[in-house]
Nanobody, 115 residues
Framework: QVQLVESGGGLVQAGGSLRLSCAAS????????MDWYRRAPGNQREFVALLTNGGSTDYADSGKGRFTISRDNTKNTVYLQMNSLKPEDTAVYYC?????????WGQGTQVTVSS
């Protein structure tokens, strides 16, 4: 099993920045992909960004050019750097990990962007 612990959410003014963290533990040796999703009030969960073990990245159009996904292998942690935040970025952000045939999810962290 894989455990994911997220942190870094909070309140920020429009135009500001936040860095979300996702620390992985447990059976992490076979993780192939880690990614970020978000769910805004009234919306379905939507893809934000992903990172493969080979270092490939992908971003949703909503965050492209503003968001950066990265990792620190020494800490088993994946980050989501969010710059130029907009009120429409307000959502609960979730980290996930794909290991073998299973997918694991973190508890989510609230991001609120004020005008």
């Amino acid at each position: 099993q894989v455990q994911l612990v997220e942190s870094g959410g909070g309140l920020v003014q429009a135009g500001g920045s936040l860095r979300l963290s996702c620390a992985a533990s447990g059976s992490i040796s076979n993780i192939k992909v880690m990614d970020w999703y978000r769910r805004a009030p009234g919306n379905q969960r939507e893809f934000v960004a992903l990172l493969t073990n080979g270092g490939s990245t992908d971003y949703a159009d909503s965050g492209k050019g503003r968001f950066t996904i990265s990792r620190d292998n020494t800490k088993n942690t994946v980050y989501l750097q969010m710059n130029s935040l907009k009120p429409e970025d307000t959502a609960v952000y979730y980290c996930s990990a794909q290991s073998g045939s299973l997918r694991y999810w973190g508890q989510g962290t609230q991001v609120t962007v004020s005008s």
